[in-house]
């Protein structure tokens, strides 16, 4: 299970358990040869790490898989059955200090910023071109005085709580003092900075002419399925309806798609095949490309404007009583506009506001809780769909289960860009 601990404040989460108990396995035939230990694998994954046995003897790189059995193949021969299992890099998860840690961020505070948050104004210090340091009055605009107010209404809830997981997590052994593991300590792993092709591939398929509704059927991939091209999955439900793990190649890259499970390759501005595809969900998580200074500065990927997000076909898409969660930023602007404005745009009520607190592998947040620049935190924002007739519902006798308000998700983050901790096991 991805929950390790859970009091009254929330839950302790361990992602990386989570992820690696999908059953990432590939079960692959192949035909006996003179040298036993001929096969070999050359599949590779960024952010994954493959193990293989067969019963030809090829050795195991990390956890060994048992062979299956020999099934007998058109001529009267025996195949034999390899299977791969794949496990994600624990040295994404090997957060062993704070990004920035108190020390720093209480240092720089007192050499560069003096703070005067009774009267609303920030005295700083800068640089100018000729090097000589000159002082600068900045008054906070509104959102920052926002923000600052918001912090300050929760910050008791952050801190007690995480504390008390934390505390339970040390207690446990999941978590661990820094230098008792120090020695123990992998070096972290180089990523290429491009490791994903799939926005590319987005960005083409909304570029194809449009399909009728016969070219918009599901594709179900076969059992020994090889032949499927980046032409096939545009603009449809691809699904995997078996119980093992199917390889799709994609510009090159390799991708993993677990057992029982479908994709739709695309973006907002294309989902009428998710439309079409005629199924309704309990449960829908979205995590919007919010509009930030960051984001604008770095150009490194696009964000979407309110006007857009408020297009996602969200009642279209759920079934009666309907959780839907939504990831978001801690700008105030951004909280008002779910709660004001889309929320009620898709008749959704909001029940409850939690937060996602990360920390390292000891304990510690991975910013300062009172940094002005970055929080150790983000939020979600959970609602329910309401019916939009006044008639009573047809299944009244279905108990929704309430959700509780203000809970705390505390995990270690995967140092890869934006991976949020699974919710599942809050929900099951």
């Known amino acids: 299970m991805s929950v390790v601990h859970q009091l009254s404040a929330g839950w302790l989460l361990d992602h990386l358990s989570f992820i690696n108990k999908i059953n990432y396995q590939l079960h692959q035939h192949h035909e006996p040869c003179c040298s036993k230990n001929e096969f070999t694998t050359s599949v590779h994954f960024e952010s994954l790490q493959m193990d293989s046995v067969s019963s030809s003897g090829a050795c195991a790189a990390f956890i060994a898989s048992d062979p299956t059995a020999k099934p007998e193949n058109d001529d ?24 920035i840690t108190p020390a720093v961020h209480k240092e720089c505070q007192q050499s560069n910023e003096k703070e005067d948050l009774m009267n609303g104004v920030k005295k700083e210090i800068s640089i100018s071109i000729i090097g000589k340091k000159r002082k600068r009055c900045v008054v906070f605009n509104q959102g920052e005085l926002d923000a600052m107010e918001y912090h300050t209404k929760i910050r008791e809830l952050i801190l007690d709580g995480s504390l008390q997981l934390i505390q339970e997590g040390l207690k446990s052994g999941f978590l661990y003092p820094l230098f008792e593991k120090q020695d123990k300590c992998s070096k972290p792993i180089t990523l290429p900075l491009d490791t994903c092709n799939l926005p590319e591939l987005c960005e083409m398929a909304k570029h194809l002419p449009s399909l009728n509704e016969m070219e918009h059927q599901t594709l179900q991939l076969l059992e020994e399925d090889t032949s499927v091209t980046e032409q096939d999955l545009f603009l449809r439900v691809v699904e995997n309806n078996s119980g093992f793990t199917k390889v799709i190649t994609l510009m090159g890259q390799k991708y993993l798609l677990p057992p029982k499970s479908s994709f739709l390759l695309s973006d907002i501005s294309c989902m009428q095949p998710l439309l079409n595809y005629r199924k309704t969900f309990d449960v829908i998580v979205i995590d919007p490309p919010w509009q930030n200074k960051s984001v604008k500065r770095s150009n490194r990927y696009s964000y979407l404007s309110p006007l857009q997000i408020k297009q996602i076909p969200i009642p279209k898409l759920a079934a009666p009583n309907c959780l839907l969660v939504t990831w978001v930023t801690n700008r105030q602007k951004h909280l008002r506009f779910i709660k004001e404005e889309l929320y009620p745009s898709w008749s959704v009520e909001v029940v409850a506001e939690w937060h996602w607190v990360k920390i390292t592998n000891s304990g510690e947040f991975v910013f300062p809780l009172d940094s002005p620049h970055k929080k150790p935190y983000e939020g979600l924002i959970l609602g ?32 890869l860009h934006s991976h949020k901790p699974p919710l599942a096991g809050m929900f099951l």
């Open 76 to 99: 009267g021969g025996n195949y034999e059955m390899f299977t791969q299992k794949f496990v994600f890099r624990p040295e994404l998860f090997d957060v062993t200090k704070p990004y």
């Open 384 to 415: 329910r769909v309401q019916e939009k007739t006044t008639l009573p519902l047809r299944n009244a006798d279905v108990n929704v289960l309430p959700i509780p308000d203000h809970r705390l998700i505390v995990s270690v983050p995967c140092t």
